[in-house]
């Protein structure tokens, strides 16, 4: 009896430390789109995917409660050891984001609170609105957008304004994530750069990379995030356009 309640224990006690690591995973899911431009390095889906495996492992452990003596329960251990081995692997494989970064990243609980601390914020809309012209003008014209390594604290510096005053504007003014406001102008970067003669003989990827996407999997997400279309649809629905207008009549077209 004591050893079942044991048992008992030590699982409620693995499902809390389980449940605290899915929420620090989520923060920083979340933290990480206010903070980077480009997320496809720092992102740690991979261990999601072993948080995944420790649930599918929880739930063979917990059936021993009900199914005493099944052979299933017997890959518990097995697929524990699997496990570990993996998680080591996976942590020296990724082993730069353990390391000290170039700018000191903050804590989740940062960006936790940031909506609370908003409210005693003394920025007034005047300021607000400086910001966000000063911002703007950074992208547009200075096109930092095109750095694939472009941070909000590298933004912050360039802006001469706080990163709190900066992410405060983003959320607030334009309810937006960093990530989301960088990668908008890259997509649009990318939008006149197939329309100039100049980048005719790039590749779509050729293009994403000049406008400040490091991968493929990015541009093509953010791209038809923020088009409804993929890369590929939106080119070859803005050429069959352009033969139109340019061939009004339907030039070759049988009467």
């Known amino acids: ?129 400086e910001i966000l012209f000063k911002m ?3 992208m547009q014209h200075e096109k930092l957008f095109t750095d694939n390594k472009l941070t909000l604290p590298k933004l912050a510096a360039r802006m001469e304004v706080s990163t709190h005053h900066l992410s405060q504007v983003l959320n607030e003014n334009l309810g937006q994530t960093f990530f989301d406001y960088v990668n908008e102008f890259r997509v649009k970067e990318v939008q006149k750069l197939m329309i100039d003669p100049a980048y005719a003989h790039y590749s779509l990827l050729g293009m994403a990379m000049e406008a400040g996407f490091n991968s493929k999997s990015a541009f093509n997400t953010a791209f ?20 139109i207008k340019s061939d009004p009549i339907g030039k070759g077209a049988s009467w």
């Not at 692997?89 to 601390?117: C, I, W």
């Open 1 to 129: 009896m004591n050893g079942e309640f044991l048992k008992l224990l030590i699982s409620i006690q693995f499902l809390v430390y389980l449940f605290a690591s899915f929420k620090v995973w989520l923060q920083h899911s979340v933290m990480i789109q206010n903070y980077y431009a480009s997320l496809e390095k720092i992102r740690i889906n991979w261990l999601r995917n072993i948080l995944i495996g420790m649930c599918f492992i929880y739930l063979i452990s917990l059936s021993s409660f009900v199914f005493t003596g099944a052979e299933i329960l017997k890959l518990a251990p097995l697929l524990g050891a699997v496990l570990i081995y993996v998680t080591a692997y996976l942590g020296m494989k990724h082993s730069r984001l353990f390391a000290t970064a170039e700018v000191m990243e903050p804590s989740p609980a940062h960006f936790q609170q940031k909506n609370d601390n908003y409210r005693n914020s003394t920025l007034g809309e005047d300021r607000k609105q």
């Open 136 to 138: 703007k003008d950074c």
């Open 224 to 243: 038809k995030k923020h088009t409804q279309q993929t890369p590929l649809e939106y080119r070859n629905s803005f050429q069959q356009k352009h033969e």
